[in-house]
């Protein structure tokens, strides 16, 4: 779906109703913007905007006008070059794009996806999505049918229907337009997460195979450098809810920290740790507990014991 500027979609909702948005109350509130941004006081020098000049706003208002008069508004909105409209086009882009933040209007967006079940993460779950595969346009995640009344009446309240019940169009296609640019933006930050997250485990398959090849020697010190860095991969995992790669990278910790207690038990001088050895050691008898397997009490005792007494020694020389 072709994506609308923030700036041209606010301009195409002021032409289909020259009170939306900034006459509405919601809008005003969230905004801060009392009245038309361009409107100025005669002869106060002053505009609704305070990094504009009188000047300026008079620029803006002119280009406003003309894009309502324009046979295509999105047209003479994109016109490249100077033309007469340049200084209040170029004034409105840059007010809209830094005021965008100002307003919040993206976290009220994100806001309203999480309460709707819409969060990104959530949809690719709820889509059965692995972590490489394709994010799912907002038509897959049914954005509008599910949280568009919502962002309505977030962000116009009962202006935004006729009826009491349907948005009105010009507010729907404003909707939809930053709905849009919403999934757009979130599409980025999927992308980027996944990068890291391929960059993360080939780090750590790498990693692993160095560990783990013939005559390979580790400190505790790399050990833990090691897991570090599975934790940190782990926990982007987690947030995408892939339990294919989650069971894989979490079965690695398992066995990780495994040999990593098995190692604090050394003695303070031991030379450095043959990693491979104590993988085909480790592999060969662990066991992983079931939930159902008791623990008698003298053992549970003699493992607190332990424990204290490993936490208390110093491993100088790792």
């Known amino acids: 779906m072709p994506t609308t500027p923030l700036s041209l979609a606010l301009i195409q909702l002021w032409i289909a109703d020259p009170a939306l948005p900034w006459s509405n109350p919601v809008w005003q509130s969230l905004t801060h913007i009392p009245g038309d941004p361009w409107a100025y006081g005669h002869g106060k020098g002053a505009s609704h905007v305070a990094e504009w000049t009188v000047d300026e706003a008079q620029a803006v208002e002119a280009f406003m006008n003309n894009c ?148 390979s020697t580790l400190t505790l010190v790399s050990i833990r450098a090691y897991l570090k860095k599975l934790e940190s991969l782990i926990t982007l995992i987690s947030v995408f809810k892939d339990q294919e790669m989650a069971e894989t990278f979490n079965a690695r910790r398992e066995q990780v920290n495994a040999m990593l207690a098995a190692a604090k038990k050394r003695p303070i001088k031991a030379e450095p740790i043959a990693f491979r050895e104590m993988l085909l050691h480790h592999t060969s008898t662990y066991k992983r507990p079931h939930p159902s397997d008791e623990v008698s009490e003298p053992d549970r005792k003699k493992s607190r014991y332990e424990a204290g007494a490993s936490s208390s020694v110093k491993y100088e020389n790792f």
């Open 68 to 215: 309502k008069t324009a046979e295509d508004p999105a047209e003479h909105y994109a016109v490249k070059g100077k033309d007469k409209d340049h200084e209040g086009r170029t004034a409105w882009n840059a007010w809209v794009q830094t005021s965008w933040a100002k307003w919040n209007i993206n976290k009220l967006v994100d806001r309203i996806l999480e309460e709707s079940g819409c969060e990104p993460h959530v949809v690719m779950a709820r889509l059965k999505c692995k972590i490489t595969d394709v994010f799912p346009t907002m038509e897959a995640a049914q954005l509008k049918h599910v949280i568009s009344v919502n962002l309505a009446d977030a962000l116009f309240g009962d202006d935004a229907f006729t009826d009491g019940t349907f948005i009105v169009p010009s507010i729907n296609t404003f909707i939809t337009a930053l709905l849009v640019l919403s999934w757009s933006r979130h599409r980025k930050v999927i992308k980027r997460q996944v990068g890291s997250i391929q960059k993360k485990s080939q780090e750590v398959e790498e990693q692993w195979l160095a560990m783990t090849a013939a005559n």
